[in-house]
């Protein structure tokens, strides 16, 4: 049977003009307008919110500093104090500091100026602080932001721990540190103490000298063979201690970066006794290998801690320590001492660091 097009059933349709297309069309676009504008004076105010979550106890005291808004239309954003209106790249680092008050952050979020009797050294760390801030971001910059305004502080305590060159707040940290806080950087270095010895007795057997790459610390036959120093590669060193330089160069956590890294290896005369002092900074831990004589004693935050031959000992020297080395009749005590990253530093603070203390600063 031959079937026509013509006897088919069609749905009813109506047929619309140009002007009435475009007026559908208009009336879709500002449908959209107006849901872009509601969503938009819905976000979150910048300064007060973490995580894109609003907290309803800073939403209120907002409010209240912006007038009596409350059962009217007003938008509280526009009348924000001069002091919150924050720079989009400024983030408050935890909700419990928030809760509390007072962020690692809220001297900058409220402009307030760097402690006037703050020494030279922290104000020229705050000004490469910024500029870092101002290439990067402020995110995870909240404990060094407040180390650096409270380091005046903490040099007029009296303190067993007190590093004099920076310190980062709330580091959990002990005097002496457990093997499993570097587990992988000490395996290496006890992997290849065979290597690390035999180079350190070439390089002592040419003399204790200038000439031969060591430098004299005193007259209590102190000497240290540099193979970093403050963040630099010794290079003349490093090529007479070849295996030592690519065992270092294999360590994931080795401050090779900043002012605040170095490696060598250490004498100390026979019955020589270094008095008490502390580190430079409390972002660091200090790991010291090679063989020492009997009866030498390091103490640590008054803790005593005795070396073992091929066995690495992890210290933190911001501590207040002393090392001592009582028979006169042994031979030198000898180390090699390797700083690396505190195992509670992030990786943004590492990166952070690296900047501020950079040896080209």
Known sequence: MHWSMNTLPLPPYVELGVRSLSGLLWTVLLLFLWHCYRMGSDLPIP???HSGKLKSSSRRSMLSRSGSCIGTKCSARSKLSRSDQITPFISMETVEDEEQGQSYLTPVLSHALFPAQASAEAKKLYTALQEYAKRYSWVGMGRIHKGLREQVRLNDLSAIQKPHLFFLPD???VPFFPRDAHRHDIEVLEANYPAIL???KAVYQRGIDSKSGWTSLGPKGQAVFSLYSAGVCVAGNCRS???TYRTLLSLRTFISSNSLGSAGFWLLGPGATLGSSYGPTNT?????LLQTPPLCELVVGGEPQCWSEGHCLLV???FLHTVSHKPPDSGPRVILSVDLWHPNVAAAE????????SPDQ
């Open 350 to 357: 590492r990166q952070a660091l690296d900047f501020m203390f």
């Open 241 to 243: 201690c070849p295996c």
């Open 316 to 318: 933190d020297d911001s």
């Open 171 to 173: 580091v959990p940290s």
């Open 47 to 49: 300064g007060h919110t």
């Open 284 to 288: 660091r831990l200090r790991c010291h």
């Open 198 to 200: 035999a180079e350190f």
